[in-house]
C-alpha cells in the first residue's frame, strides 16, 4: 500500500499565468512530482525486502533514494500551495499576515534584504535545487537555505514555509535559461497567507525539537 500521495493542485493549470504557463504546471505536477511520489514509495517496499531479507549490500543507495524522492515529495507539496494567482507584493499587516512580516524585518532586517537574499540563493543553485524560506526552531529565526537537489545543505530541524522550485523543469519550457527573470517573477505570485500560516504553525511547535530531552 502506498505511504505517500499526490496532492491535487488547489487551483488549476492556468491560474498562474503569465508568470508561470499552464503547460508547465501540468508537466511539472503530473510527471515530476508524480515520479517523486512513486520513489518515494518504490524505496520504502525495497527497504522492506532488504529487512525481510537481511541484505544491506544496496542500503547506502536506498537511503539516498528515499531522501531524495521524499523531500522532492516534501517541497513540491508545499510550493503548489504557496503559490496564488492573486498573490505577490508583501507580506503586510493590513493582510493580516503582520506577524510574518515582523519576523522577516527581525531575521534579515527588511522584506528587501530578504527578498535580495532569497532571490540569490534561488538563482545561483548549482545545477538544480531551491531557494527556501524556513523556521530555525532552535534561534526561533527565520532563515533563507540553497537546497541543492531536494534534501542537501539544509539545518536539522529547519521547517520549509515558503520555497521556490529553480529546477529547470520548473521554467525552462517559458523561461529558457533565465533562471534569474523566473526567479524574480516568482515573487508576483508568492501566496503570503499560506506562508504565514506555515510560519505561525512552524512557531508554535518549534519546541518540538529537543537538544536536551
Known amino acids: 500500500m502506498a505511504i505517500y500521495t499526490l496532492p491535487e493542485l488547489p487551483y488549476d493549470y492556468a491560474e498562474l499565468q503569465p508568470v508561470i504557463d499552464a503547460k508547465i504546471i501540468e508537466l511539472h505536477h503530473d510527471k515530476h512530482h508524480a515520479a517523486y511520489v512513486k520513489g518515494a514509495n518504490d524505496t520504502l517496499e525495497q527497504l522492506a ?6 541484505q544491506w549490500g544496496s542500503i547506502n543507495g536506498l537511503e539516498k533514494n528515499l531522501a531524495f524522492h521524499l523531500s522532492g515529495h ?3 507539496s508545499i510550493y503548489w500551495q504557496n503559490m496564488t494567482g492573486d498573490g505577490g507584493g508583501e507580506p503586510l499587516d493590513k493582510d493580516g499576515v503582520g506577524e ?12 528587501a534584504k530578504f527578498k535580495a537574499q532569497l532571490s540569490k540563493a534561488s538563482a545561483t543553485t548549482q545545477g538544480s535545487g531551491w531557494g527556501v524560506l524556513a523556521y ?5 529565526k527565520l532563515i533563507v537555505e540553497q537546497v541543492y537537489d531536494h534534501q542537501g545543505n539544509v539545518g536539522q530541524g529547519s521547517t520549509p ?6 529546477w529547470e523543469h520548473a521554467f525552462y519550457l517559458q523561461y529558457k535559461n533565465q533562471k534569474v527573470d523566473f526567479i524574480e517573477a516568482m515573487w508576483q505570485v508568492v501566496n503570503w497567507q499560506d506562508v504565514a ?4 504553525a ?3 511547535r518549534g519546541n518540538a525539537l529537543l537538544l536536551n530531552p
Open 49 to 54: 525486502e532488504a529487512r525481510d531479507k537481511d
Open 74 to 76: 516534501i517541497l513540491h
Open 100 to 111: 510574518l512580516a515582523d519576523a522577516i524585518a527581525e531575521s534579515f532586517g527588511s522584506f
Open 136 to 140: 530555525e526552531p532552535i534561534s526561533g
Open 161 to 166: 514555509i515558503l520555497v521556490f522550485d529553480a
Open 197 to 200: 500560516k506555515r510560519y505561525a
Open 202 to 204: 512552524a512557531k508554535e
